[in-house]
């Protein structure tokens, strides 16, 4: 819109000419990219311009997905962005009551996020672990003083480690203290803890090991019949990670735009600016379009590799061991062993790309009596297809 007012403004500056001047071509092409983006994005029309939305059949969904979501991997509920925290917490402190070891470890590296506190924290933990199994008769090592400037500083000022001590065989215990007339609380190892050593020894090795529970992106995988509109992406606002500020930057950007493309840049220059754009996008959906024209979908983060998208195609198809290439529009081929990410394809916030098979191994196939379509997807999923709104 911003755009817009810049070329309107600039045609009543402009006097009038007999024939079309370099002006005259910018202002047509930044019209043209502008009323490209008004007819993807669903924008209200351009001064000047007239776009016909496509017509829409009755009942179909107005996107293709819904929006970005998420999966709980300890309750498997379906999350919002916005939602995954706060479920995540409650689901890690349920688990208390089945499982106090792993909830107070989930709790350690969830709750906090200085991953550097958390591990030094864990660190100091783990030695503490170990000097109870190498001297298990010394009784100094079998107690933990609160008010140590040790423990302070590393462990009670983290979330779970209280919990994790107790549910290791840890006991609070009021104990006296030389030359203190009051005494102090330590956290003592109980009987029945140290009569397993291996155990304490389990339980450091999971700590040690744990890593902070996080929802995963719903790949929202759905399968679409062939469609004219397989190129056409509405994406909900979910796609896109804009500040205020970064709304407002785009704004004066597009005020621009006449200008920026009257300036001769380099490659380089050009390369620098789009990676830069490329920034602004935290996930994509991508479309695969099989040999038989129907369209394979998925949400993916933006800055994920390509050997994500191969092993996405291959869990959907009946053959998952058949070689296959995919290749960008412009024929641009994008193969698996490079793995670039798809910002670094500019297959960002959507793409859509073409499934293609070797015709050499097609042929071989053939050969040895193979099926018609071996890279046909699953039954499942062809039987869940689509329309493409």
Known sequence: ???????????????????????????????KELQAEATVSGCPELPGTKVTPEPREEGLAHTA?????????LTGATLRKEQRDAHIKEAILSHFSTDPVAASIMKIHTFNKDRDRVKLGVDTIAKYLDNIHLHPEEEKYQKIKLQNKVFQERIHCLEGTQEFLEAIGFQKVLLPVPDQEEPEEFYVLGEAARSQPQSLEQHKEQLLGAEPVRARLDRQRRVFQ?????????????FFSLTAEEIRREQRLRTDAVERLSVLRTKAMREREEQRELRKYTYTLLR??????????????????????????REALQNDWLPFELRASGGQKLPEDEDSAFTECGLVP???????????????????GAEPEPWALKAELLASMEMLS
């Not at 129907?294 to 983060?301: A, D, I, K, R």
């Open 65 to 73: 997905v819904p929006g970005v979501f998420f999966t709980c991997p």
């Open 350 to 368: 959507s793409a859509l790309l073409t499934f293609a098979v070797d015709p050499a191994v097609l042929e071989d196939m053939e050969a040895a």
């Open 1 to 31: 819109m911003a755009a817009a007012a810049a070329l309107a403004r600039l045609e009543q500056k402009q006097p009038r000419s007999r024939g079309p001047t370099s002006q005259d071509s910018i202002r047509s092409q930044v019209k």
């Open 288 to 313: 695969v379009r099989m040999p038989d024209g129907c369209l394979l979908q998925g949400t993916f983060y933006a800055r994920e590799r390509l050997s994500t998208l191969y092993g996405f195609i």
């Open 226 to 238: 062939p469609s004219a509109l397989a190129a056409q992406f509405d994406l909900p606002g979910d």
